[in-house]
């Protein structure tokens, strides 16, 4: 059963660091990653798609790789905003029905 | 615009009044599925739907079921709500199912008394 681990479950860093979060699954067998960004209470905005033959993506300041021999992905942000504060999804497309699975979420809080 | 849409973004109601959250997509996309979202839990499937006409159970689906008539809209019904459902529902769509990006809906907030 695929099983995706998101860590740290909380990060507050100072504004203009690079940061790094770190995604994990159980299962190379996916159809790709999708990197989320969920603002409280609102929906999901896609950040990043990678699909399972691809190595990273990158789109403006952030960077998604994808390790799937490893079962690792990573987001690397760039320069923070504060207004990059947000919680932070990872979800893998996998199994016969390629539903997403999802980790719990990094909380990002990018402070001033 | 692309998007998903869902209505309505809130509602509070009662044990076994039922209710139908609707949900649309503008993309012609093939694939629909509903997830709800809860604290500790994340995001859960509940239902998905690969095509009009075809759907599916997916890891959560006891008390809720779904239709799909037109390839746009994938509506959640609950037919006797409980307070084990007050939950955050999203929708979201895709062109097909595997490997493309999933888009989702803004979420329908859902408090049952």
């Known amino acids: 059963k695929q099983e995706v681990t998101q860590i740290p479950a909380a990060l507050s860093v100072p504004e203009g660091e690079n940061l790094v979060l770190n995604c994990s699954f159980t299962?190379?067998?996916?159809?790709?990653l999708q990197w989320f960004r969920q603002d409280p209470g609102k929906g999901l905005t896609s950040l990043l798609l990678?699909?399972?033959?691809?190595r990273e993506q990158t789109s403006g300041r952030l960077n998604a790789s994808l390790d799937k021999s490893s079962g690792r992905s990573t987001l690397y942000i760039a320069a923070s905003q504060p207004g990059d504060s947000a919680t932070y999804l990872c979800?893998?497309?996998?199994?016969?029905?390629?539903?997403?699975?999802f980790g719990q979420g990094t909380t990002l809080q990018v402070k001033p | 615009e692309a998007q998903v849409t869902q209505n309505p973004r809130y509602l509070i109601t009662v044990t076994g009044k039922k209710l139908t959250v609707t949900c649309s997509q503008n993309?012609?996309?093939?694939?629909m599925s509903w997830y709800r979202q809860d604290p500790g839990l994340g995001l859960r499937q509940i239902y998905y739907?690969?095509?009009?006409?075809?759907?599916d159970k997916g890891d959560v689906p006891e008390g809720y079921k779904v239709s799909r008539k037109e390839k746009r809209n994938f509506p959640l019904i609950l037919e006797s709500p409980s307070p084990n459902q007050t939950s955050l529902y999203f929708c979201?769509?895709?062109?097909?199912?595997?490997?493309?990006?999933?888009?989702f809906g803004p979420g329908t907030r859902l408090t049952v008394l």
């Open positions: 979201a769509s895709s062109r097909s199912w595997g490997g493309n990006e999933q888009f």
């Open positions: 299962d190379s067998a996916i159809y790709n």
């Open positions: 990678i699909q399972s033959s691809q």
């Open positions: 979800a893998v497309a996998s199994g016969n029905t390629g539903k997403l699975i």
């Open positions: 993309m012609n996309h093939e694939y």
């Open positions: 739907s690969m095509n009009v006409e075809v759907t």
